[in-house]
């Protein structure tokens, strides 16, 4: 498009020279004031070309006998309005993809505000309180946990900020981490118990490799899960891998010989059966089997279980004596809120963290300060 300007003192006398050069059928695009010397001056902007398409190259000097705008021009214009149009239409369908993209999000909003409802819970945006909570179950925390725990660290606490920070505080102290297996300084008999499938002979692994490879430690390991097919060959394969000299415990009096034959031994990692934890053979099991020996059982539990269960595990096992806890598969979890439920009301610790399936290095030791950033966002 060509554009033309014309100045003048005033309106009208600019109109008067865009008339004079172009003609009455002139285009104004734009018109505006400029201040540049002591006196302002208008300025009219003006597309030439159209003027010229529309009525002929000769419009500025034309006659009366002028018979409208010229087919060039009129193709022009009908293919530049076929593209508006073009234009519109996709415009249209965009917005129309939004607005039922925005219906559908507000009929998120409310099915989890009835959710919310249905859990007891208080979802005002306008209430602090909720907004917390709200931020806590986002975080993995299990709802009625968040619930109770917000409702009591922050009760008489006014200010939003003060109650964040009374939370974290309170997750921060739960999350109280136990020292690592590999690195105690006496002696000790470590059987690693929970349910199924969680890594607890990965784990195993993992600690094994770490203590006598890292930390120098004499290492032994007893198979005690005679229950799974190829759980013996499992352990076998690591124990030569690492070099460790290993032992098979079908039952207490094999357990009783292991023990004794590995009595020199810094560390002896038991490696037991994953059973069902909400059988109650299972407990029947573990007890006959490492009940009557200076076992320290820790527990592995996987970071991919719901709070509610990982609350009922722990419950569970602890009943036996736990001396610490190894949250497995924490790279495979969507959120970490849930390991909140293992510790929360109980004096547990955590010893390790895993995170993949490398062995020795996909393992390490909590930081509550993560772990808190990473349940509160
Ligand atoms: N992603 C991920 N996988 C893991 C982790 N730890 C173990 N695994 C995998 O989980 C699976 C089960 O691991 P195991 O160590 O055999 O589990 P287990 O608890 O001994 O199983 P059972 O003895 O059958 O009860 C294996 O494929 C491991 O490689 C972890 O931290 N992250
Ligand atoms: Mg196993």
Same mark, same amino acid.
């Given at each position: 498009?060509?554009?033309?300007?014309?100045?003048?003192?005033?309106?009208?006398?600019?109109?008067?020279?865009?008339?004079?050069?172009?003609?009455?059928?002139?285009?104004?695009?734009?018109?505006?004031?400029?201040?540049?010397?002591?006196?302002?001056?208008?300025?009219?902007?003006?597309?030439?070309?159209?003027?010229?398409?529309?009525?002929?190259?000769?419009?500025?000097?034309?006659?009366?006998?002028?018979?409208?705008?010229?087919?060039?021009?009129?193709?022009?214009?009908?293919?530049?309005?076929?593209?508006?149009?073009?234009?519109?239409? *996709? !415009?249209? %369908?965009?917005?129309?993809? +939004?607005?039922? &993209?925005?219906?559908?999000?507000? $009929?998120?909003?409310?099915?989890? @505000?009835?959710?919310?409802?249905?859990?007891?819970?208080?979802?005002?945006?306008?209430?602090?309180?909720?907004?917390?909570?709200? *931020? !806590?179950? %986002?975080?993995?925390?299990? +709802?009625?946990? &968040?619930?109770?725990?917000?409702? $009591?660290?922050?009760?008489?606490? @006014?200010?939003?900020?003060?109650?964040?920070?009374?939370?974290?505080?309170?997750?921060?102290?739960?999350?109280?981490?136990?020292?690592?297996?590999?690195?105690?300084?006496?002696?000790?008999?470590? &059987?690693?118990?929970?349910?199924?499938?969680?890594?607890?002979?990965?784990?195993?692994?993992?600690?094994?490799?770490?203590?006598?490879?890292?930390?120098?430690?004499?290492?032994?390991?007893?198979?005690?899960?005679?229950?799974?097919?190829?759980?013996?060959?499992?352990?076998?394969?690591?124990?030569?891998?690492?070099?460790?000299?290993?032992?098979?415990?079908?039952?207490?009096?094999?357990?009783?010989?292991?023990?004794?034959?590995?009595?020199?031994?810094?560390?002896?990692?038991?490696?037991?059966?994953?059973?069902?934890?909400?059988?109650?053979?299972?407990?029947?099991?573990?007890?006959?089997?490492?009940?009557?020996?200076?076992?320290?059982?820790?527990?592995?539990?996987?970071?991919?279980?719901?709070?509610?269960?990982?609350?009922?595990?722990?419950?569970?096992?602890?009943?036996?004596?736990?001396?610490?806890?190894?949250?497995?598969?924490?790279?495979?979890?969507?959120?970490?809120?849930?390991?909140?439920?293992?510790?929360?009301?109980?004096?547990?610790?955590?010893?390790?963290?895993?995170?993949?399936?490398?062995?020795?290095?996909?393992?390490?030791?909590?930081?509550?300060?993560?772990?808190?950033?990473?349940?509160?966002?």
């Amino acid at each position: 498009m060509n554009l033309r300007s014309f100045r003048a003192p005033t309106m009208r006398e600019a109109m008067q020279q865009v008339k004079d050069a172009l003609g009455p059928e002139a285009i104004i695009l734009n018109t505006r004031e400029i201040r540049t010397g002591r006196n302002p001056l208008v300025e009219i902007t003006v597309a030439q070309d159209y003027v010229e398409e529309f009525a002929g190259p000769s419009s500025t000097n034309r006659s009366n006998d002028w018979n409208g705008p010229t087919p060039e021009f009129l193709n022009k214009v009908m293919t530049e309005l076929g593209g508006m149009r073009r234009e519109l239409t *996709r !415009l249209r %369908a965009e917005r129309a993809v +939004a607005t039922q &993209a925005t219906r559908q999000w507000d $009929r998120l909003m409310s099915d989890m @505000k009835g959710v919310a409802r249905l859990m007891g819970l208080t979802p005002d945006s306008d209430c602090p309180e909720s907004a917390l909570v709200m *931020r !806590l179950v %986002a975080g993995g925390v299990e +709802a009625a946990l &968040a619930q109770s725990m917000v409702e $009591r660290v922050t009760r008489g606490i @006014k200010d939003m900020q003060d109650r964040t920070r009374a939370v974290a505080a309170e997750i921060r102290d739960a999350f109280t981490s136990a020292p690592p297996i590999w690195q105690r300084n006496q002696r000790s008999v470590a &059987a690693f118990v929970g349910p199924t499938g969680v890594g607890k002979t990965t784990t195993l692994a993992k600690i094994a490799a770490k203590a006598s490879i890292e930390h120098g430690k004499k290492v032994a390991i007893v198979a005690a899960d005679t229950y799974r097919i190829a759980s013996v060959d499992q352990i076998q394969a690591y124990a030569d891998l690492l070099g460790t000299p290993w032992a098979v415990a079908t039952g207490p009096e094999e357990m009783t010989q292991a023990l004794k034959r590995f009595e020199n031994a810094d560390l002896v990692l038991v490696d037991t059966a994953g059973r069902n934890p909400w059988c109650d053979d299972t407990f029947d099991d573990l007890e006959r089997l490492i009940g009557s020996v200076p076992v320290e059982r820790h527990l592995c539990v996987s970071a991919t279980s719901s709070g509610a269960d990982l609350a009922q595990i722990v419950d569970r096992y602890n009943a036996g004596g736990v001396r610490s806890l190894v949250i497995t598969k924490i790279d495979e979890a969507r959120a970490l809120g849930g390991m909140l439920s293992t510790v929360w009301g109980t004096d547990l610790q955590i010893a390790h963290l895993t995170n993949g399936q490398e062995v020795p290095q996909d393992i390490m030791t909590p930081d509550a300060d993560e772990l808190c950033q990473a349940v509160l966002g």
